[in-house]
């Protein structure tokens, strides 16, 4: 195996400790600590999964967290009553809504009910329009996570070509945004690939920095990797496996043996973006804190 393993844990606990320093001090000139809110809907395995991930991360770093939940029947209304309650509650930093939701709700509406200024998950309009403009308040988590592990793995982005393979306006859309803009760990060139696309492989063979998002296993085979790229997959799926404990083993987008032997660094699957995700959702939560508290000595001084 000739790649160089990025490892996604370290650099979280990178991101942990930076965010650790900025709560407590974020204590110490406000007297208070960020809080973070989950709203959680139905019995979905992998979001309770999710979730307490989160809560535990946010323990770690010294911000409060709760999160609520409800049954899969919950209705439209009540959830929007519950995303507005938490707007509107100034003990509330930032509101995550964990996704997917039930199919009898509509996740667009849901999504728009957030403050702005809470929306850690930078899925709001308003955030998203702020992205593309180039003057970003929160950016996705998950983007902002294959962003830092590339300027932490020292990867020259300027000029680089960048293909990313999925638009999903989790992770292509907003990274591609990201990608493109001018100033550290950016500036590249950035092809998008997706279900339109003629010749898949063309695009990604060309790829200076190849960036997995399709959402399935096998996306991204070894024939489609350039030697001496970088290979990021932020794919995470459950696969059948009898030989381990719980039956399924998690895998990538990249069919990762055969890649590793042609890239020049690639992320693992569990234990590369996945750790990012959550850091850098403690990094939106603090920033939300700070707009919050800076907001609020704005109105009391005028």
């Not at 320093?21 to 974020?26: C, H, I, L, P, Y």
């Not at 898949?200 to 030697?227: N, Q, Y």
Request: hydrophobic letters at 45%.
């Amino acid at each position: 195996m000739s790649a160089r393993i990025i490892d996604g844990k370290a650099v979280a606990s990178k991101v942990h400790d930076e965010v650790a320093a900025g709560v407590a001090e974020f204590k110490s000139k406000y007297g208070t600590v960020p809080g973070l809110t989950v709203v959680l809907i139905g019995d979905d395995p992998a979001s309770h999964s999710y979730v307490k991930g989160k809560e535990r991360a946010c323990e770690k770093v010294g911000i409060v967290t709760e999160t609520i939940r409800r049954d899969a029947s919950t209705s439209q209304a009540e959830l929007i009553e519950i995303i507005e309650g938490l707007s509107a509650d100034p003990k509330v930093n930032g509101i995550l809504v964990q996704l997917p939701l039930p199919k009898h709700l509509n996740e667009d509406e849901v999504i728009h009910a957030i403050d702005p200024l809470k929306d850690v998950d930078g899925l709001h309009p308003e955030n998203a329009g702020l992205l593309m403009l180039g003057q970003t308040r929160f950016a996705p988590a998950t983007p902002l996570g294959v962003q830092r592990m590339l300027v932490e793995e020292n990867v020259e982005m300027k000029g680089a070509k960048v293909v990313i393979l999925g638009r999903s306006k989790l992770v292509g859309m907003p990274l591609t945004a990201l990608l493109l803009q001018k100033g550290v760990g950016a500036n590249a060139t950035v092809t998008v690939c997706h279900t339109g696309t003629k010749d898949i492989a063309a695009e990604t063979l060309r790829a200076d920095v190849l960036i997995a998002a399709a959402g399935f296993p096998g996306a991204i085979t070894p024939e489609m990797v350039k030697p001496g790229a970088v290979v990021i997959d932020v794919g995470v799926s459950r696969v059948e496996d009898s030989t381990r404990k719980r039956g399924y083993r998690l895998t990538g987008d990249v069919e990762f043996e055969g890649a590793s032997e042609l890239a020049s660094a690639i992320t693992p699957v569990p234990g590369g973006v996945g750790p990012m995700t959550i850091a850098m959702l403690l990094v939106n939560v603090l920033q939300a804190a700070n707009l919050a508290a800076t907001n609020w000595h704005h109105i009391r001084k005028s």
